[in-house]
């Protein structure tokens, strides 16, 4: 919105709406109470980095393809090397999960891809609001994989989330 984006009334709704959605779908279910602060610590740390990764990738232009993801994949790299350095451990992959972490690359991959392509093509006040729902999609595969059950703040943010998708789709 700083940056001149201009969402309808429907979609701006839902944007607001999406914001609690994602801090009630990311719950852990049984948490009560307040987190420690380490948990808090180091949840605001991956949401600051997820949000430069969502604005960076979204001051793409069209014209530069897919290098930005070349540049995010090798600083990523770079970062885990350096951590490995740094704290003296070896990167190894555990025995029998070289296949699972190769399609989680895929997927990752390719959904960094497509946000990618909506960030330089819509408004990243939407786009990058949306990609930020992805806890939703996570806990909902944990119900139908994993057969997890949702608590109450878990299943209200579910539906806070998909109340947002439409509104931003309504107005988009």
């Known amino acids: 919105l700083v940056g001149g984006d201009r969402p309808s009334a429907p979609a701006l709704v839902g944007v607001l709406a999406a914001l609690p959605a994602i801090v009630l779908v990311a719950r852990e279910s049984g948490s009560h109470g307040r987190a420690a602060p380490r948990t808090v610590l180091i949840s605001v740390a991956a949401g600051f980095g997820f949000g430069l990764f969502f604005i960076g990738m979204g001051q793409a232009s069209r014209q530069a393809g897919m290098w930005p993801l070349v540049g995010a994949r090798v600083a990523s790299i770079g970062l885990v090397g350096a951590a490995c350095l ?54 909902i595969l944990a119900v139908l994989v994993l057969k997890e059950r949702l608590s109450t703040a878990q299943l209200a943010g579910v539906a806070l989330a998909g109340t947002a998708v439409v509104l931003i789709a309504v107005g988009s």
């Open 86 to 139: 740094v704290t003296r451990r070896p990167f190894r992959l555990a025995s029998g999960t070289r296949r699972t972490v190769a399609v989680a690359g895929v997927l990752d991959l390719t959904a960094n891809a497509l946000y990618l392509l909506a960030a330089t093509r819509g408004l990243l006040s939407i786009v990058s609001v949306l990609g930020s729902l992805y806890p939703a999609s996570t806990v």
